[in-house]
């Protein structure tokens, strides 16, 4: 567009050349006409170009002279306005063209306001660039400079679509922005699973330097196959069903090779249309929050294993793999202490390397012993940093070094009490100390591996003294039963012999009796080592509780001979003499023996076997043994049918009593008599006591049948006072069993108002040995009976273990010398200094003494010599009938 005429542009040089010429008459018309021509052309051309520059400017441009008249103004200028082009010619006035703007919807205001705002910006003397927003939505920018001579050009460029472009710029660059902040996973995915947007934390951790070197990869650029198909497959999934993901657990391994556990949460994107376009997904690092799961678990999961009593080792490598599985390139290792206090044993270490854990097993513990051994010896922890560089591992590195183990932290683990347990320790491939984590996991360990170890260690006491005696530590019947049914598998597959000892300690009730019960004890102990010593370690010794050993034999020959070389050895060392504080005792035993196959081909049926064994050998007397016979367990038998004829005989009022007379050395008169049973057996006839109580002691038996012959005996002394005898008294003897029971008393009581007997008739003999097995309740029970009135003698005095000042205070009448010491008094001088002891004990005591069983003259003129008070004997009258005692006091007095 030329909006500028050639007319009016050749005007100003024609007037000029018209007064040039009126100067310059004598110049040549046609030269100048010809320079007239070219300097129009020239003009015209440049005016041309001009033109044509302007108008193909992108912006549109307007000059305006002072008075606000357009000069020039581009074709762009026209197009911006919607003005036609010819509408716009020079000489037009602004206020015009601002009209005009207005009427093509061009305008950003009001014409009055548009014309003060360019006056104002004219006026300013300076350049100045703004932006109108024209009422048809687009966006103008205008640069305006104004002329020193009050004219002004102005450039006029559409920025609509900048402006947009801009926008759309900004919003992406601050969302990039946001989400680059976000410590999570944040990435859009197209439908093919293609990566459209990411943060950083996805890119820095995909190991890509910018979040663009992401766009378009997917997840099989970034991890293994397998994990990439997961992924994808989960991903379609969502793409295609438009169902999202929410917070499912993912584990990914990362670009530094560090595996992570993330929350990740898909969901699916979608258009205008509703159709889905992609995905948008975050995934959250829970990896923290996982291993403190996984130690949570894994420590519940160890304290139940603790409370299960699994195996230590179990448990302690569990306990190592869990702190394993918290960290990075950090091996654990528990060493335990050894009982010897000085050495530590391998408790657990899973993944260090075997040959190096075999080499420090049993590694002493010092002051310069490793990492291990010194935190042991200092009771603290010891941190070594660099095990190729510190002191501590002088002795050790090469151990150490072909492992590339740098350095280890070891802590002491304690128990409850303080007592050193073990030692953890931490083992790193890098030269370093511990970090926070791994100090927190090191207390964790040792507190959690103390438990394990103290439970381990309470639980084997407790299974010892389950199995043991506490009193000797020797195995117990509980461990007897597993010993020996192992020793008769044995023998067995290799066609062996397996002996069984029971061993009973000969008159120990007596020596705990008398010398207290830990003169007792000491003796048990004693006899245990030396029984322990005469046997191999294969070999088991039992204690089954009281003075019963049982010794298992293990691996016999089938040569009875061997094994009574064996039984020898026993005998002498148990006999071997024993210092007990002052008293210098030698212990007896009486032992059973029975032997695998020959006796017994279960445990059950030799530990039977070699009891009854036993019991055979304590018949034969004290330090004796036997070996077991068939015809022990007949006996047995024998045993069980005479308690059932037992019971029938009490029933059906089998038993009767004989009386013995007891006779004034001095006077010959009869003052008492003892009452003995008999057993009127329908078969046998006449049985003896000896061939019953026994059975009936045994058996418990003795306590009705005791019962009875107190009855009968008040019963029969009334019946003679009553038939008019002269009264005396009727000695009743009282069994061990009998003496225990807790209402004999009562019992006493009841026999004596039964028959209506004066107390003061009635004498109650105890043996000395019954007396005792329990002093204290002994005394207090006779102390009873005295009180009743019930005359008390000691019974087989001589026998027994009682001690002189004992003996002072037992409330008795008697002594009764035992039978054995007057058999031979006539020509026994033992016997006769036991019997004279005896006698003279009694006078210093004030107690009476007499002497049973006396059959000679001889024994009776030693009694008299030595001032014996009483006796009872053949040599006066054997047991008889109730009848012959009255024939024998000169029958009743009608
Ligand atoms: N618990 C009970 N025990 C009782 C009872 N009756 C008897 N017995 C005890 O049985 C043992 C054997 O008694 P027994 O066969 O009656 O023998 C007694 C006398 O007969 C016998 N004795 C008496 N004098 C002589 C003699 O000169 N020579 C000789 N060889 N034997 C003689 O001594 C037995 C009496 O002993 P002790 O009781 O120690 O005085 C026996 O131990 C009885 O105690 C009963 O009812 N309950």
């Not at 898909?266 to 291993?291: C, M, S, W, Y």
């Not at 397996?498 to 830990?518: E, M, Q, Y």
């Not at 294969?538 to 070389?565: C, K, M, W």
């Amino acid at each position: 567009m030329a909006t500028k005429s050639s007319r009016q542009v050749s005007e100003a040089p024609e007037s000029a050349n018209l007064a040039a010429l009126a100067k310059l008459a004598t110049a040549s018309y046609e030269t100048l006409e010809r320079d007239l021509r070219a300097t129009i052309a020239t003009l015209e051309g440049q005016a041309l170009r001009f033109e044509t520059a302007v108008d193909n400017i992108s912006q549109g441009i307007c000059f305006f002279d002072a008075d606000e008249r357009l000069i020039l103004c581009n074709r762009r200028y026209a197009e911006i306005y919607r003005i036609a082009p010819e509408q716009l010619r020079p000489g037009l006035m602004l206020a015009d063209i601002v009209e005009l703007r207005v009427a093509a919807g061009t305008s950003a205001m009001a014409a009055d306001g548009y014309l003060a705002l360019a006056r104002s910006v004219n006026s300013a003397n300076h350049s100045r660039v703004w932006s109108n927003e024209l009422t048809d939505g687009r966006t103008i920018q205008i640069c305006h400079q104004p002329m020193a001579d009050g004219s002004w050009v102005a450039t006029h460029e559409d920025i609509t679509e900048l402006i947009a472009n801009r926008q759309i710029v900004d919003e992406r660059i601050s969302l990039q922005t946001l989400i680059d902040w976000v410590p999570d996973y944040l990435w859009v995915k197209d439908t093919q699973s293609r990566f459209v947007v990411v943060n950083r934390a996805l890119a820095a951790d995909s190991g890509r330097e910018k979040t663009s070197d992401m766009i378009g990869l997917t997840d099989f650029d970034l991890h293994a196959p397998e994990l990439a198909r997961t992924f994808h497959a989960v991903e379609q999934n969502v793409l295609r069903s438009g169902r999202p993901m929410v917070d499912e657990e993912e584990f990914v391994v990362d670009a530094s090779g560090s595996g992570k556990w993330l929350s990740s949460t898909k969901v699916p994107l979608r258009n205008a249309q509703n159709e889905i376009f992609g995905l948008v997904g975050i995934a959250h690092d829970i990896t923290a929050r996982k291993q403190a799961d996984v130690l949570r678990d894994g420590q519940a999961q160890i304290l139940e294993m603790i409370a299960m009593s699994a195996p230590l080792e179990e448990v302690l490598t569990r306990l190592m793999r869990l702190v394993e599985s918290q960290l990075t390139g950090i091996f654990g290792s528990v060493l335990l202490l050894d009982k010897d206090g000085v050495h530590l044993r391998h408790g657990a270490a899973p993944n260090l390397a075997k040959d190096y854990t075999s080499a420090i097993d049993g590694v002493a513990i010092g002051p310069k012993t490793g990492s291990c051994g010194t935190a042991v010896y200092r009771r603290a922890p010891v941190i070594v940093t660099d095990i190729m560089q510190d002191p501590l591992w002088e002795d050790y590195r090469e151990l150490a070094s072909p492992y590339g183990y740098r350095s280890c932290w070891s802590t002491p683990i304690l128990s409850h009490q303080g007592a050193v347990l073990g030692v953890f320790a931490m083992y790193s491939m890098t030269v370093r100390g511990p970090v926070e984590a791994e100090t927190r996991l090191i207390d964790f360990t040792t507190r959690i591996a103390g438990i394990a170890i103290e439970r381990k260690l309470a639980e084997d006491q407790i299974h010892f003294m389950a199995n043991h005696d506490v009193l000797t530590g020797l195995p117990n019947r509980a461990l007897l039963e597993d010993r020996l049914s192992q020793a008769v598998l044995y023998a067995q597959r290799y066609d062996r012999w397996v002996t069984v000892l029971f061993i009973d300690l000969d008159n120990f009730k007596l020596v705990n009796d008398t010398l207290g019960h830990n003169a007792g004890d000491e003796l048990l102990k004693i006899v245990a080592g030396r029984m322990v010593e005469c046997v191999r370690a294969t070999d088991t010794v039992v204690r089954l509780g009281g003075d019963e050993f049982v010794i298992v034999l293990f691996d016999q020959p089938a040569n009875a001979d061997l094994i009574s070389e064996t039984l020898q050895k026993i005998r002498a060392a148990i006999a071997e003499p024993v210092h007990l504080g002052e008293h210098r005792l030698r212990a007896t035993a009486s032992i059973g023996i029975a032997n695998y196959p020959k006796d017994g081909t279960d445990p059950d049926m030799l530990l039977a076997n070699a009891d009854a064994a036993m019991y055979r050998a304590k018949e034969f007397g004290r330090d004796n043994f036997q070996f077991y016979a068939p015809e022990f367990n007949i006996r047995t038998q024998e045993k069980f049918v005479l308690q059932e004829e037992l019971r029938n005989g009490l029933a059906h009022s089998e038993f009767t009593l004989l009386y013995q007379p007891q006779v004034d050395l001095r006077s010959g008169r009869i003052f008492a008599v003892e009452a003995l049973i008999r057993w009127k057996h329908p078969m046998r006839g006449m049985v003896a006591p000896d061939a019953f109580i026994p059975t009936a002691e045994e058996t418990g038996l003795i306590v009705p049948i005791g019962d009875w012959v107190l009855h009968e005996a008040c019963r029969q002394n009334k019946e003679w006072q009553d038939a008019g005898l002269p009264p005396m008294t009727v000695c009743v003897n009282v069994s061990a069993r009998q003496f225990r029971e807790k209402n004999l008393i009562g019992r006493v009581v009841d026999a004596l108002s039964a028959s209506g007997l004066e107390a003061r008739y009635l004498e109650v003999e105890v043996t000395e040995s019954l007396i005792m097995q329990d002093i204290d309740v002994a005394v207090a029970t006779m102390n009873a009976l005295q009180n009743l009135g019930v005359q008390i003698s000691i019974d087989d005095f001589g026998t027994g273990y009682s001690s002189l000042s004992a003996l002072k205070t037992f409330p008795v009448a008697r002594l009764k010398i035992d039978k054995s010491f007057i058999n031979d008094l006539a020509t026994d001088e033992n016997d006769q200094a036991v019997a004279s002891a005896v006698i003279s004990l009694g006078q210093k005591l004030n107690l009476r003494v007499i002497a049973e069983g006396v059959e000679t003259d001889d024994q009776v003129a030693f009694l008299r010599e030595n001032n014996c008070d009483e006796m009872q004997g053949y040599h006066f009258s054997k047991p008889i009938s109730a009848q012959d005692i009255e024939k024998l006091l000169g029958g009743p007095k009608d």
